[in-house]
């Protein structure tokens, strides 16, 4: 591995992205999938390598882990959390990672997939690595650096602080969850275990990005009923949900209120599937936007929406179901603004530019923020992520790793 990573960073990526740990969204089970915990395992062996005493996976695949303090101050716990799984986006199955060290600026055509070309002129990213190493999946797969990027840089971070005792800090937990990207990530944290008075997700972009702030997100189904019969004696009987469920796809707005259409500060209503038969069928949508107020009012226009196509079908009936996913962290937050501040001062340590920008998603975070964890989300480096682009720079995820190692610093500090 090139000598350029200080920490490991790198070493342990590659490593990492190598173990399958795709996540399952149809799944009911804790993890979504058995092979996530293969990986967990990894983690908490390779913690007790380096000292970490009570490095566990718990039966959910969890890894807890405690850096004990090593200051006569009363330091608040610190929690660094990432999470093992990839996104169902794209295969994680067989990855491939390739180290490109200093990259020359060229188009990169991925060797297994020569069709899938990685270029500056799609990423202007990739510009400011010129001369630096950046590392790829071979063309057939995602990365994985979301969030295996964040998991290498906390272990890079606690395998450092215990090689080097003379780094004054307080209590430092780490949390490895699984199941984040199928929105499951918190489910089965146990908090009392965890003891941490404050939290931060490693799960961003670009280095110098802070985000204290998320989407709030529900979810909504629809349950159509139609009416059933053989299709061969239907006339004038059966009335087909299939059909019901299209028109009220068709009858949403073409050039707003979608992902593909939004931006910025903007909310939007995604549908995420349809399935069922003609005497039923499910459609499951996803709601975003900042406010609540803001998903209150999305949801009563896609209701109203729904509620019109209804009406030219008598006979027929719907169900309309609203599920609460995750609200936005900055509530949270904004009522211990020290949290951030802190971060703010490790990235000026560090020479980063902090750019602030709302996460038009959620994170880990997001949740646990609201379970008496706040918790904002710090850079890792990871670019067009759950995609086969999907690619990082070495030198950005050991710059987390020393930002981290001054984040710690900085609230023995000023404790």
Request: proline share 5%; aromatic share 6%; hydrophobic share 35%.
């Amino acid at each position: 591995m090139n000598a350029k990573s200080k920490y490991g960073t790198a070493e342990r990526l590659m490593r990492y992205v190598q173990t399958d740990t795709q996540s399952d969204p149809e799944s009911n089970t804790y993890p979504t999938t058995e092979k996530q915990k293969n990986l967990s395992l990894m983690l908490a062996d390779e913690l007790k390598g380096v000292g970490i005493a009570d490095a566990h996976m718990d039966e959910y695949g969890y890894v807890y882990a405690t850096i004990p303090s090593n200051s006569s101050k009363d330091v608040p716990v610190v929690c660094f959390c990432s999470h093992v799984d990839t996104a169902p986006d794209c295969s994680g199955t067989n990855v491939k990672p390739l180290l490109h060290e200093n990259y020359d600026g060229s188009d990169i055509k991925l060797p297994d997939d020569t069709t899938q070309i990685i270029s500056a002129a799609k990423y202007s990213y990739l510009n400011k690595h010129i001369g630096k190493d950046i590392i790829t999946a071979s063309g057939r797969t995602l990365l994985g650096a979301d969030d295996k990027a964040g998991v290498s840089i906390i272990m890079s971070t606690a395998a450092y602080l215990m090689q080097h005792p003379e780094i004054k800090h307080g209590a430092i937990k780490l949390l490895f969850t699984p199941d984040e990207e199928v929105g499951k990530g918190t489910a089965k944290v146990n908090m009392q275990k965890l003891g941490a008075a404050v939290g931060y997700t490693l799960d961003g972009g670009e280095p110098g990005t802070l985000e204290d702030e998320t989407f709030s997100a529900d979810g909504v189904k629809m349950i159509i009923h139609g009416v059933s019969a053989h299709p061969g004696y239907a006339k004038n009987t059966m009335i087909n949900a299939v059909k019901i469920a299209a028109a009220i796809i068709d009858a949403l707005p073409k050039q707003e209120w979608s992902p593909e259409t939004t931006e910025k500060r903007e909310g939007f209503v995604h549908p995420l599937s349809i399935n069922g038969i003609a005497e039923k069928v499910n459609i499951d949508f996803i709601v975003r936007d900042f406010t609540v107020s803001g998903l209150q009012q999305h949801e009563a226009r896609l209701k109203t929406i729904a509620e019109g196509i209804m009406k030219q079908y008598p006979g027929c009936s719907m169900e309309f179901i609203v599920t609460e996913q995750y609200r936005n962290m900055k509530e949270v937050l904004d009522q211990r603004p020290q949290i951030v501040a802190h971060a703010e001062e490790a990235y000026k340590r560090c020479g980063f530019t902090i750019v602030k920008e709302p996460i038009r998603g959620g994170t880990d975070g997001s949740r646990l923020s609201y379970m008496g964890l706040p918790c904002p989300n710090l850079f890792t480096g990871m670019q067009a992520i759950h995609s086969k682009h999907e690619w990082i720079g070495v030198q950005d995820m050991e710059e987390a790793t020393r930002m981290l190692i001054e984040l710690v610093q900085v609230w023995e500090e000023k404790s």
